[in-house]
């Protein structure tokens, strides 16, 4: 029995090397006799090799059961199988190394429209300041173009400009028909409803009306409207 069994590994060694020598380079191997209690992954490991070694030496040797081996029985090692395991890796560490710094279109957006809380802040103080210097300008603007006027001026007329507007010359009537500090008819002032022309225009409306804003105060007390 003993005998039987030897030939059969013999025959099945012959058949791994008849193989390999087949398949592959003959220079591109090295032999290994097999010790007691030796198995293909320790074999692998003593030839710097990792577990997936295993298949390539039971494939150069026809073992179809890598646990099963004999002491005695000299396998082929060989050589160089496991590089296209080792260029494989670098490429799988840049494809995770890529996966882990793709960002979506919208994670993208998001960080460029972001803006820190300081910079949120000082873009909000300037918009303010842009206001307040917008404000400060129209405010000048017209006490210039009511100062430039030079026209008629008394207690009476601004007492009318009190009653009509409060001295507004923003002032609108509630239809809308009315402009101003003295609440002309707005087709008097032709558009223009700068300062300077409404009281222009207030100046010939009560010398052709009434002859003096005095007068026109006095029909504005009788009537409630001049």
Do not use: C
């Not at 210039?144 to 002032?171: L, R």
């Not at 009306?209 to 001049?226: D, H, P, V």
């Amino acid at each position: 029995m003993k005998s039987l069994k030897t030939l059969v590994l013999g025959t099945t060694v012959a058949v791994g090397v008849a193989g390999f020598a087949a398949g592959a380079d003959a220079s591109a191997h090295t032999s290994y006799k097999v010790q007691s209690g030796d198995t293909l992954s320790g074999i692998s490991q003593k030839f710097g090799k990792d577990y997936s070694f295993v298949s390539s030496i039971a494939s150069a040797n026809g073992i179809s059961n890598p646990n099963l081996i004999h002491a005695g029985t000299t396998l082929v090692i060989p050589d160089g199988t496991t590089t296209v395991r080792k260029t494989a890796q670098p490429v799988q560490k840049q494809q995770v190394q890529q996966s882990s710094t793709y960002k979506a279109p919208s994670q993208q957006k998001q960080q460029t429209t972001y803006k820190a809380p300081v910079q949120q802040k000082q873009q909000a103080q300037t918009q303010t300041k842009s206001y307040q210097s917008t404000q400060k300008a129209q405010t000048t603007q017209k006490a210039s173009n009511a100062s430039s006027y030079q026209g008629s001026s008394s207690s009476a007329k601004a007492w009318i400009a009190q009653k009509e507007s409060s001295n507004s010359y923003d002032a609108r009537s509630a239809t809308g028909k009315y402009i101003g500090k003295y609440q002309l008819d707005k087709s008097y002032l032709n558009g223009d409803y700068s300062p300077a022309n409404q009281e222009r225009v207030a100046d010939n409306y009560v010398k052709q009306r009434y002859g003096s804003w005095e007068k026109a105060k006095q029909f504005w007390l009788a009537n409630g409207w001049y």
